[in-house]
C-alpha cells in the first residue's frame, strides 16, 4: 500500500461513498502539494442523519479533539515516508500519523464533501490521544500540562507557569470613556496581579491623566502609565509602543479579571508557539453562556461569530467553545499576541474601531502563516451586551474600507465549512 499512488486509511465502523475515489483525484490534481486529504462525515443514528462538517486544517483542533478523523486519504510516498500504519487501533494510528505529517511541515486540507458515513459520533481513547500529543510536544513537553478538556475526550495545553516557562508579560489596560474612574480600575487589576504570584516580571500599562500615583502600591508590578488617546485604537497601538516585553496581553477594562492567574495558562501555551499570531480567551456572559469564541467569513463574505450558545451542549457535536481551534479573527476584548509580529505588521490600523482592529490584524498576520487561536479552558466573564460581546460595532465606512480589503478571503474562509447553516452564529457585513 505505500506504494500506491494513494492510500485511503479507515475502519470497519466508516463507510466511504463510492465517488470518494474520484473527488480525491480531482483535489489532488488541483492541489499537488497536499499530502493529506480528509472528508466531511454523515452521521446515521438514533437521532436522524447529521453531518460533521470540518473546517479546513486546524492544528489547534486536532491537538485538543482529533476532529479529522477517518476516513483519511494519504498520498503513497507519505505513508511510506512514516513507515506505514501498524498495529491495531486504525483511528489512533492515523490520528499519530496526521501529528507527524503537521510536525513535518506536510500540507493538509479537506474535501469539503460528505463522503463518508457512520452509525455513532467518532469516539477517541483519553489516553491514547494523551500519549499522542506527548509525543507531539517532543522537547517541550516539560514546558505544558495535558488536562482534560471540557467535553468527553477532548484535552487541553496549559503553561506551566514556572520560573522556566513563564516569560516577562505585559498587560495593556484599555478602558472605555464611560467606563469609571482609572484610577479605581488601575488599583483593582494591580491588587488581582499581585496575588498572582507570577514568577516574571508583569508590566501594566495604562492610561492615566497622572492624578494618582500608583508605584507605593504597585509592589512588583511595572505600571506605566499614558495620556489617554482620542481614538480607541490608537491607545493600543501607543501601549504595544510602550511595552518592554515580548508576549503582550490586551485586556477591556470591564472583563471580570479572574481572582487566579489560571486564565493566563491556555493563553500562554499557545501564544507563545512561534507560528501562533495571535490568542483570545472563549467570553462567556454572567449566565454560563459562552458569547465569543471567534469569527469567520463565510461564502457570501459576511462575518460569522462563533457564540451565543448555552453553556451546556450536546457533546458530540463539539460546539464553539467547547475545545480550542482556530478561527480567522479574534475578540478585541481580550488579545494576546507578541510585540515583534505588531512592529511587522505596523500595529493596528487606526481607520478602523477597536473590533475590526483587531480583526484586521489577525488577517495580515493569516497572510504571514500565522494562526489565531480561541483557547477554551478558562474562559473570561463578560457583561452580555453587544458592545462587550465581540461584535464589531464600527463606522459605516470602516466597514467598507473593511470589505474591500477582505471580503474575497472571507468568501472562502478556512475556518467556516461553505455548507455550514447560519444557525447558532451572528453575521455582520451585509
Known amino acids: 500500500m505505500p506504494h500506491a499512488e494513494w492510500a485511503v486509511l479507515t475502519s470497519s465502523g466508516v463507510q466511504t461513498k463510492p465517488i470518494l475515489a474520484a473527488h480525491l483525484l480531482a483535489h489532488a490534481a488541483a492541489r499537488p502539494d497536499v499530502g493529506i486529504f480528509y472528508v466531511d462525515e454523515l452521521v446515521r443514528d438514533s437521532r436522524g442523519d447529521w453531518p460533521l462538517l470540518k473546517p479546513d486544517f486546524d492544528l489547534t483542533w486536532l491537538v485538543s479533539a482529533n476532529y479529522v478523523g477517518l476516513p483519511l486519504c494519504v498520498r503513497g510516498d507519505i505513508l511510506a515516508r512514516f513507515g506505514g500504519v501498524h498495529g491495531g487501533g486504525g483511528a489512533f494510528q492515523a490520528y499519530v500519523l496526521l501529528l507527524r505529517a503537521a510536525a513535518a511541515g506536510i500540507a493538509i486540507t479537506r474535501i469539503p464533501e460528505l463522503l463518508a458515513e457512520r452509525t455513532t459520533p467518532p469516539r477517541h481513547d483519553r489516553l491514547l490521544h494523551a500519549q499522542a500529543v506527548a509525543q507531539w510536544l517532543g522537547p517541550d513537553r516539560p514546558l505544558y500540562e495535558i488536562v482534560d478538556g471540557h467535553l468527553p475526550s477532548t484535552l487541553e495545553l496549559l503553561r506551566r507557569l514556572t520560573p522556566e516557562a513563564a516569560p516577562p508579560l505585559t498587560i495593556c489596560l484599555v478602558q472605555d470613556d464611560s467606563h469609571g474612574t482609572a484610577a479605581d480600575t488601575v488599583l483593582t487589576v494591580v491588587q488581582r496581579l499581585q496575588r498572582y504570584d507570577y514568577p516574571a516580571p508583569i508590566q501594566l500599562i495604562v492610561e492615566h491623566d497622572g492624578s494618582a500615583n500608583f508605584s507605593s502600591s504597585a509592589a512588583g508590578i511595572d505600571v506605566t502609565a499614558l495620556a489617554r488617546a482620542n481614538c480607541r485604537t490608537r491607545a493600543r497601538n501607543a501601549m504595544w509602543r510602550a511595552s518592554r516585553h515580548e508576549l503582550m496581553v490586551f485586556l477591556d477594562a470591564r472583563i471580570d479579571l479572574p481572582e487566579q492567574a489560571s486564565w493566563l495558562n491556555p493563553l500562554l501555551a499557545h501564544a507563545l508557539q512561534e507560528d501562533v499570531g495571535g490568542c483570545s480567551p472563549v467570553l462567556m456572559d454572567r449566565e454560563g453562556a459562552i458569547v465569543f469564541a471567534g469569527m469567520a467569513g463565510d461564502s457570501l463574505g459576511l462575518l460569522r461569530l462563533a457564540g451565543r450558545e448555552p453553556a451546556q451542549q ?72 453587544l458592545e462587550v460581546a465581540g461584535l464589531p460595532n464600527d463606522s459605516a465606512g470602516g466597514w467598507a474600507r473593511f470589505m474591500e480589503r477582505w471580503h474575497p478571503f472571507l468568501e472562502q474562509d478556512p475556518c467556516w465549512h461553505p455548507d455550514m447553516p447560519p444557525s447558532g452564529a451572528c453575521a455582520w457585513g451585509s
Not at 488579545?335 to 487606526?350: M, Q, V
Request: with cysteine; glycine share 6%; net charge negative.
Open 314 to 385: 450536546d457533546a458530540s457535536e463539539t460546539p464553539p467553545g467547547g475545545t480550542s481551534r482556530e478561527w480567522s479573527m479574534l475578540s478585541w476584548q481580550a488579545f494576546a499576541t507578541r510585540r515583534s509580529l505588531l512592529e511587522e505588521t505596523n500595529g493596528f490600523d487606526e481607520r478602523f474601531g477597536p473590533a475590526l482592529a483587531v480583526a484586521d490584524l489577525c488577517l495580515k498576520l493569516r497572510m504571514l502563516g500565522m494562526r489565531s487561536v480561541c483557547a477554551a479552558p478558562v474562559p473570561l466573564t463578560v457583561d452580555s451586551h
